[in-house]
T-cell receptor, first 116, second 111 residues
Framework: EPEVTQTPSHQVTQMGQEVILRCVPISNHLYFYWYRQILGQKVEFLVSFYNNEISEKSEIFDDQFSVERPDGSNFTLKIRSTKLEDSAMYFC??????????????FGEGSRLTVL | TQLLEQSPQFLSIQEGENLTVYCNSSSVFSSLQWYRQEPGEGPVLLVTVVTGGEVKKLKRLTFQFGDARKDSSLHITAAQPGDTGLYLCAGPGGSNYKLTFGKGTLLTVNP
């Protein structure tokens, strides 16, 4: 069964360092997302990506964050200068259909980021 | 912003009991989805409900979408320890390109 894969599963970094989280969405999906979940808290939307550009971003997704789909298969989230409060589980997701059209999201297993 | 309120936040029951968890909003949703998340993993879609009043069954799980499409419920019959997890409802979040999640109900089924 097709699945969304994420790497690394866990990354520990020092505050101020750059981090890149990688995702391979399901191949025939058109919409891509990053969500994050701080331990014990809700799943929060960060950004959605469609047609090779950001379609929507949340207030969390500030200038320190960027996304890219460099080669038609990978979908990356970069945090330029990590802060302690960026520590969270980051989930990549993809969907075949538009969210307004019952676009069901398929999530990866997450990348746990720990900022020290 | 369309908010989804889930209740209860925590639920601990014994194996074999029945339970219902709720997802409510003041906004109308074109559809709602239920996901289950286990510790250290991503949410996994259980069901999508689209039509007001719709009822969907998935083995011992029954999902209902309110007539006004503002609320949904998940009923589990004869809960088993394998049902333990965080149950999340989600809906198209007001704008076009995201799903908004509720905070979830953390269910623990004790053997």
């Amino acid at each position: 069964e097709p699945e969304v894969t994420q790497t690394p599963s866990h990354q520990v970094t020092q505050m101020g360092q750059e981090v890149i989280l990688r995702c391979v969405p399901i191949s025939n999906h058109l919409y891509f997302y990053w969500y994050r979940q701080i331990l014990g808290q809700k799943v929060e939307f960060l950004v959605s990506f469609y047609n090779n550009e950001i379609s929507e971003k949340s207030e969390i997704f500030d200038d320190q964050f960027s996304v890219e789909r460099p080669d038609g298969s990978n979908f990356t989230l970069k945090i330029r200068s990590t802060k302690l409060e960026d520590s969270a589980m980051y989930f990549c997701a993809s969907s075949e259909n538009h969210p307004q059209n019952t676009g069901e999201l398929f999530f990866g297993e997450g990348s746990r980021l720990t900022v020290l | 912003t369309q908010l989804l309120e889930q209740s209860p936040q925590f639920l601990s029951i014994q194996e074999g009991e029945n339970l219902t968890v709720y997802c409510n909003s003041s906004s109308v949703f074109s559809s709602l989805q239920w996901y289950r998340q286990e510790p250290g993993e991503g949410p996994v879609l259980l069901v999508t409900v689209v039509t007001g009043g719709e009822v969907k069954k998935l083995k011992r799980l029954t999902f209902q979408f309110g007539d006004a499409r503002k609320d949904s419920s998940l009923h589990i019959t004869a809960a088993q320890p394998g049902d333990t997890g965080l149950y999340l409802c989600a809906g198209p979040g007001g704008s076009n390109y995201k799903l908004t999640f509720g905070k979830g109900t953390l269910l623990t089924v004790n053997p």
